[in-house]
């Protein structure tokens, strides 16, 4: 028994010194799980936040490319909106227009955005650039549209509609709306008209019940067939086709950039959120 006796008196004088080493190996085992703990904390809040720009940027971008941009500029959606002019109380005696369509985004986090666009994904910066050219565009169409309807008014002794479809009127807004959204999509603008046992006849779209002219037979055919080549020459005359197809273009680039976006399994750098 004489090695037990050795190693006891071998600890008793190096107990210290073996303290020293069991506390070392502590510590350093304590650091080393604490880093790994922080390490994997750092993974999850990256994970984190790239799930939060992609919920709150890319996914509401790249919906509002389909469903707001391409989709109205293949005619499958109004690229106008009839409102009452700004300034004046919403009535039906108010003046009316067009305006551009709504394009806004559900779901999109503006600060996000720009925290995204700043620190992480330089490329976003070509939406802003995007969505204001778009914009301009949408303005221009609306600009467009409401020169036709005071050009289709000219053609006609009906009154302008004022509210109520039961009388004799034009509704150069509905119609120009109309029109628009057939010539955008490559459809000719089609109309339904109706005689009415009253003696008039009345006018409605493929996409709306509503009546959007009424009044004598003659009257409507002949103004409606002229408003129909009116505006289709001032279509054509604005050009107006070659900057759609141009838009559809920078629009397939811009998604294209934004699901490498989506694509992405990790941020490029940290931030402020991330870090510790």
């Known amino acids: 028994m004489s090695w037990i006796t050795s190693l006891l008196d071998w600890l008793n004088r190096y107990a210290n010194l073996v303290l020293a080493i069991i506390t070392a190996v502590y510590v350093y085992l304590t650091w080393k799980t604490l880093k790994a703990l922080e390490r994997s904390n750092l993974r999850e809040r990256e994970a984190q936040h790239l799930a939060d720009i992609k919920t709150q940027v890319v996914s509401p971008i790249l919906l509002w490319l389909e469903f707001s941009v391409v989709e109205t500029l293949r005619g499958r959606r109004d690229p106008v909106i009839i409102m009452t002019a700004i300034?004046?109380?919403?009535?039906?005696?108010?003046?009316?227009?067009?305006?551009?369509a709504v394009l806004q985004m559900n779901n999109f986090s503006k600060d996000l955005y720009e925290h995204a666009m700043r620190e992480h994904f330089e490329t976003l910066?070509?939406?802003?650039?995007?969505?204001?050219?778009?914009?301009?565009?949408?303005?221009?169409?609306?600009?467009?549209?409401?020169?036709?309807?005071?050009?289709?008014?000219?053609?006609?002794?009906?009154?302008?509609?004022?509210?109520?479809?039961?009388?004799?009127?034009?509704?150069?807004?509905g119609i120009v709306q109309f029109c628009l959204r057939e010539i955008i999509g490559g459809n000719e603008p089609n109309f339904y008209v109706a005689a009415?046992?009253?003696?008039?006849?009345?006018?409605?779209?493929?996409?709306s019940p509503e009546v959007i002219a009424?009044?004598?037979?003659?009257?409507?055919?002949?103004?409606?067939?002229?408003?129909?080549?009116?505006?289709?020459?001032?279509?054509?005359?604005?050009?107006?086709?070659?900057?759609i197809q141009r838009t559809l273009e920078d629009a397939d680039k811009l998604r294209d950039t934004i699901r490498q976006i989506e694509l992405t399994y990790a941020l490029p750098r940290s931030c402020k959120y991330v870090r510790d």
């Open 125 to 173: 910066h070509k939406y802003k650039a995007f969505r204001e050219m778009v914009e301009q565009f949408f303005g221009a169409i609306a600009e467009f549209g409401n020169k036709c309807c005071a050009d289709i008014q000219k053609l006609t002794s009906l009154p302008p509609f004022a509210g109520d479809r039961s009388k004799s009127i034009v509704d150069c807004e």
């Open 214 to 243: 009424r009044g004598p037979d003659a009257d409507i055919q002949q103004w409606l067939d002229s408003s129909k080549k009116l505006i289709e020459k001032s279509w054509n005359d604005a050009r107006l086709r070659e900057r």
């Open 87 to 100: 300034g004046h109380e919403p009535s039906l005696r108010a003046p009316r227009q067009l305006y551009p």
């Open 196 to 207: 009415e046992h009253t003696g008039s006849t009345i006018v409605t779209t493929a996409y």
